[in-house]
């Protein structure tokens, strides 16, 4: 086994819809909408949280539970994914933070063009399709709602890219 040389670490950096726009939206029941009051004055919703793209292709919506062992900080990453033909949504069904590392859309990215978001209490993502992505980092056990793609015939929309060799870290 080769010694690592070198260890990139991204900061982590507190998410907002603004800084999150370029890879897809934050799911929230706060900002950037008032809420409608809805069944006599007992609930609010929030519309249009975000774009649920799961047509191309063939695909259709597939609603999951993800059920997430929890990471410790600091973590070193594993993979990059992406889906091209369908966004990718995480809601965790608990009151928890969570991590999302991202790139844009388009070639594998550089590892400087990495971004790592902590997503506070009560907030989830909604990755646009083609989104550079690692796979959730969950700091707490905690299940996910995750709404995305599946392909006819069950086909996987998934391009995996190795991380390991590239030193790359999140810090806590």
Not at 105 to 123: E, I, Y
Not at 132 to 151: E, I, N
């Amino acid at each position: 086994m080769q010694a690592q040389t070198h260890r990139h670490a991204l900061p982590l950096e507190p998410i907002s819809a603004a800084a999150f726009e370029p890879f897809g939206q934050v799911i929230e029941a706060s900002e950037g909408a008032a809420p409608v009051s809805i069944n006599d004055g007992f609930a609010q919703r929030w519309d249009s949280r975000a774009v649920v793209d799961t047509a191309q292709g063939g695909g259709t919506t597939r609603v999951s539970i993800y059920r997430n062992r929890p990471r410790l900080l600091p973590v070193q990453l594993s993979a990059l994914e992406r889906h091209l033909l369908g966004s990718q949504l995480f809601m965790p069904l608990a009151a928890t933070t969570f991590v999302v590392v991202v790139a844009r859309a388009g070639p594998v990215p550089p590892v400087s063009a990495l971004r790592a978001f902590l997503v506070s209490a009560g907030r989830g993502v909604n990755l646009k399709p083609g989104t550079w992505h690692h796979p959730l980092l969950a700091l707490d056990a905690t299940d996910f709602l995750v709404v995305d793609r599946r392909g006819p015939g069950g086909v996987e929309d998934c391009e995996v890219h190795s991380l390991a060799s590239s030193g790359v870290w999140v810090e806590g």
